[in-house]
């Protein structure tokens, strides 16, 4: 993989990347400002009673160069992602450009740069790292940490070779290559690909927490906090002229596109007409050495200006509250999304679902252990891939692997365990992948381990879009694991924004939403009675959710679903399984029970006829030859 695909996957994965120089950056094109500060260290080593070697003082400086941003400023991607768009820019200009990975809260990422064997014992007496990320540097490691949910800013604990990279910083990213010539590598099954970064436990927590108290401002800066507004911005424009410098004296090979990006939305910014800015632009791309090509500007400023007028707010016209005629058809046919998802094993649910899930609605999924809720609706998945419909799947509990095996297991013939305990040969793998239905289920079903804010998702739904003209079906497994910008300590709260957000995004792109929920640990009890109050979230699903079942083994009593005697036995033995609907809305179905069947050899979940014991509230009309 090239650099750009690498840093375009790491931004995927919800990591806010920049590109830093690299040494055959420097050997290729070598910066003004660097070469200056080089010869100013050599003289000053020159001077020196006890001089280093002039190759040791020009590894130092390369060194440290390549651990720096390569475009003119960074500040803006700590608190947003940077697009597709500009990442492709950066490494297409310079195709071996290192990649950084900014730490702190925008990547949910904490990074402790142990850079000795005693680094690495101090953490070891103290408890140790998780199973978590980890970099191989030149002289240590750098261990990836979930962010801890406070700021902390970067520090250095030369005593311990301890550096704490956080808020205000970033970490440099395999593979990039070192100063030294060492390239950084991922620890072999600790790439971020492979693993999430873990949770930080108390040790570390502690840490962190007297880093962060030991950075609060002293009595000097907090005495410049007191200054007014005027006074600091008067203060900013005299110490920086950021933008006047630019304008007057251009910028070298290398800084010249991502300048450009900054220097039109600042413009553009100001309100001013886009032909001026253009305008502007061609005169201060002059003055570069050398100038950007004609034709790429162009496309730049196409691209910032497309970016900047989506970011305007749009005016409101109170008329488009107004109903029309034309407005009314476009949502009655044109708008109406149905996503058939029987494939040849389901297709009495999906009868009872009113023949597919509908775009716009929020389905929510809660079952007892062992209930096979996750076989389920990994199947449902693969049947929609099937006809040609993108998946978007968010495994936060069995994970990309399971679910791989599992749809393996439904179309190859060999069981789950065969590939759960690397039975087969690699031919016999490669054989299983060129299977059809395998081969179109791979192409679509995206699967998504990393936990990301749900206010990111649009990005990836924009760009599945793009590529399959259609937005995708969400699935997400499973509710609690989710988390979106706003931090509280309070679980309803929390579940409560979650499942707004959940909703929202079902009708902004007009898809269907399926999510599993976890049920109160009483409610699956034998002989308890099933409800839509045995979900832990009992209150605002009743509100958000447009449909709501549970998996479940349960004998009808008095109208009433319960939970049988032994239904671990059953579940496990026979695989008999209940999907009791609670509730429908906006034509999602009927309530009542549908019997299933599963086969966890087979990873196969599929319709189960119960002859002469139909359910009284879910029973099928048979056709009369009279009708």
Same mark, same amino acid.
């Given at each position: 993989?090239?650099?750009?695909?690498?840093?375009?996957?790491?931004? @995927?994965?919800?990591?806010?990347?920049?590109?830093?120089?690299?040494?055959?950056?420097?050997?290729?094109?070598?910066?003004?400002?660097?070469?200056?500060?080089?010869?100013?260290?050599?003289?000053?080593?020159?001077?020196?009673?006890?001089?280093?070697?002039? #190759?040791?003082?020009?590894?130092?400086?390369?060194?440290?160069?390549?651990?720096?941003?390569?475009?003119?400023?960074?500040?803006?991607?700590?608190?947003?992602?940077?697009?597709?768009? @500009?990442?492709?820019?950066?490494? %297409?200009?310079?195709?071996?450009?290192?990649?950084?990975?900014?730490?702190?809260?925008?990547?949910?990422?904490?990074?402790?740069?142990?850079?000795?064997?005693?680094?690495?014992?101090?953490?070891?007496?103290?408890?140790?790292?998780?199973?978590?990320?980890?970099?191989?540097?030149?002289?240590?490691?750098?261990?990836? !940490? #979930?962010?801890?949910?406070?700021? $902390?800013?970067?520090?250095?604990?030369?005593?311990?070779?301890?550096?704490?990279?956080?808020?205000?910083?970033?970490?440099?990213?395999?593979?990039?290559?070192?100063?030294?010539?060492?390239? +950084?590598?991922?620890?072999?099954?600790?790439?971020?690909?492979?693993?999430?970064?873990?949770?930080?436990?108390?040790? !570390?927590?502690?840490?962190?927490?007297? /880093?962060?108290?030991? *950075?609060?401002?002293?009595?000097?800066?907090?005495?410049?906090?007191?200054?007014?507004?005027?006074?600091?911005?008067?203060?900013?424009?005299?110490?920086?002229? =950021? +933008?006047?410098?630019?304008?007057?004296?251009?910028?070298?090979?290398?800084?010249?596109?991502?300048?450009?990006?900054?220097?039109?939305?600042?413009?553009?910014?100001?309100?001013?007409?886009?032909?001026?800015?253009?305008?502007?632009?061609?005169?201060?791309?002059?003055?570069?050495?050398?100038?950007?090509?004609?034709?790429?500007?162009?496309?730049?400023? *196409?691209?910032?200006?497309?970016?900047?007028?989506? *970011?305007?707010?749009?005016? $409101?016209?109170?008329?488009?509250?107004?109903?029309?005629?034309?407005?009314?058809?476009?949502?009655? %046919?044109?708008?109406?999304?149905?996503?058939?998802?029987?494939?040849? *094993?389901?297709?009495?649910? =999906?009868?009872?679902?009113?023949?597919?899930?509908?775009?716009?609605?929020?389905?929510?999924?809660?079952?007892?252990?062992?209930?096979?809720?996750? !076989?389920?609706?990994?199947?449902?998945?693969?049947?929609?891939?099937?006809?040609?419909?993108?998946?978007?799947?968010?495994?936060?509990?069995?994970?990309?692997?399971?679910?791989?095996?599992?749809?393996?297991?439904?179309?190859?013939?060999?069981?789950?365990?065969?590939?759960?305990?690397?039975?087969?040969?690699?031919?016999?793998?490669?054989?299983?992948?060129?299977?059809?239905?395998? #081969?179109?289920?791979?192409?679509?079903?995206?699967?998504?381990?990393?936990?990301?804010?749900?206010?990111?998702?649009?990005?990836?739904?924009?760009?599945?879009?793009?590529?399959?003209?259609?937005?995708? $079906?969400?699935?997400?497994?499973?509710?609690?694991?989710?988390?979106?910008?706003?931090?509280?300590?309070?679980?309803?709260?929390?579940?409560?924004?979650?499942?707004?957000?959940?909703?929202?995004?079902?009708?902004?792109?007009?898809?269907?939403?399926?999510?599993?929920?976890?049920?109160?640990?009483?409610?699956?009890?034998?002989?308890?009675?099933?409800? !839509?109050?045995?979900?832990?979230?009992?209150?605002?699903?009743?509100?958000?959710?447009?449909?709501?079942?549970?998996?479940?083994?349960?004998? @009808?009593?008095?109208?009433?679903?319960?939970?049988?005697?032994?239904?671990?036995?059953?579940?496990?033995?026979?695989?008999?399984?209940?999907?009791?609907?609670?509730?429908?809305?906006?034509?999602?179905?009927?309530?009542?029970?549908?019997?299933?069947? $599963? &086969?966890? %050899?087979?990873?196969? /979940?599929?319709?189960?006829? %119960?002859?002469?014991?139909? &359910?009284?509230?879910?029973?099928?009309?048979?056709?009369?030859? +009279?009708?």
């Amino acid at each position: 993989m090239t650099n750009r695909e690498i840093a375009s996957s790491y931004l @995927e994965k919800g990591l806010s990347v920049i590109p830093l120089w690299s040494p055959q950056m420097l050997k290729r094109n070598h910066p003004k400002n660097f070469n200056f500060k080089l010869n100013k260290k050599i003289a000053k080593n020159a001077e020196s009673e006890t001089p280093l070697p002039k #190759q040791d003082i020009i590894r130092k400086a390369i060194t440290e160069k390549c651990k720096t941003p390569a475009i003119w400023s960074w500040a803006e991607y700590q608190e947003r992602l940077p697009t597709k768009d @500009e990442v492709s820019q950066w490494f %297409d200009e310079n195709p071996d450009a290192n990649i950084g990975i900014i730490t702190g809260q925008i990547s949910n990422l904490v990074a402790f740069d142990l850079d000795s064997e005693g680094a690495v014992g101090y953490a070891e007496v103290e408890g140790g790292f998780p199973d978590t990320v980890k970099v191989k540097t030149g002289k240590g490691y750098h261990v990836y !940490m #979930q962010y801890p949910g406070f700021e $902390v800013r970067g520090s250095v604990n030369k005593k311990l070779d301890i550096d704490i990279r956080a808020d205000g910083g970033y970490v440099v990213a395999p593979p990039s290559v070192h100063g030294s010539g060492n390239i +950084y590598e991922w620890e072999e099954g600790h790439s971020i690909h492979e693993i999430d970064p873990a949770p930080c436990t108390p040790w !570390m927590i502690a840490y962190l927490d007297d /880093v962060a108290k030991s *950075n609060k401002p002293t009595a000097k800066k907090k005495e410049n906090l007191t200054k007014t507004k005027a006074e600091r911005t008067q203060h900013k424009s005299e110490t920086k002229g =950021e +933008y006047h410098d630019i304008l007057k004296n251009g910028c070298r090979e290398g800084e010249r596109n991502s300048t450009a990006t900054k220097l039109i939305g600042h413009l553009l910014k100001t309100k001013m007409p886009p032909g001026e800015v253009w305008e502007i632009i061609r005169l201060w791309n002059q003055k570069n050495t050398p100038p950007i090509d004609g034709s790429e500007l162009s496309r730049t400023f *196409n691209s910032v200006s497309k970016l900047e007028s989506q *970011n305007k707010e749009k005016k $409101v016209d109170v008329a488009d509250f107004l109903d029309t005629t034309k407005k009314i058809i476009v949502d009655y %046919d044109e708008n109406y999304v149905k996503i058939p998802f029987a494939g040849k *094993n389901l297709s009495r649910l =999906e009868t009872q679902m009113n023949g597919g899930l509908i775009g716009g609605r929020f389905y929510l999924l809660g079952g007892i252990p062992s209930a096979s809720k996750t !076989m389920l609706i990994n199947n449902l998945a693969d049947n929609i891939c099937l006809n040609g419909q993108p998946v978007l799947f968010f495994s936060y509990d069995d994970g990309k692997t399971e679910l791989r095996y599992r749809s393996f297991a439904r179309f190859s013939g060999y069981v789950i365990e065969d590939f759960n305990q690397n039975r087969l040969g690699k031919n016999e793998i490669k054989t299983v992948c060129e299977i059809p239905e395998i #081969q179109k289920i791979m192409a679509l079903k995206y699967v998504v381990e990393k936990r990301v804010n749900i206010e990111k998702w649009s990005g990836y739904i924009e760009q599945i879009k793009n590529r399959h003209k259609k937005a995708p $079906v969400i699935i997400i497994d499973y509710l609690r694991k989710l988390r979106t910008d706003i931090k509280t300590t309070d679980e309803r709260m929390r579940v409560d924004d979650i499942l707004s957000n959940l909703t929202e995004l079902a009708k902004k792109y007009n898809i269907p939403v399926l999510v599993i929920s976890e049920l109160a640990r009483d409610s699956y009890k034998s002989g308890q009675r099933l409800s !839509m109050a045995s979900f832990k979230e009992s209150g605002t699903i009743e509100y958000e959710a447009s449909w709501l079942g549970v998996l479940a083994a349960v004998e @009808e009593k008095d109208g009433n679903y319960q939970v049988k005697n032994n239904w671990e036995r059953i579940i496990e033995q026979d695989g008999n399984v209940d999907l009791i609907v609670f509730k429908v809305k906006r034509g999602t179905g009927i309530t009542g029970k549908i019997p299933l069947k $599963v &086969d966890k %050899d087979k990873m196969t /979940v599929k319709d189960r006829i %119960d002859e002469n014991k139909f &359910d009284s509230v879910t029973k099928i009309k048979n056709h009369s030859i +009279y009708d």
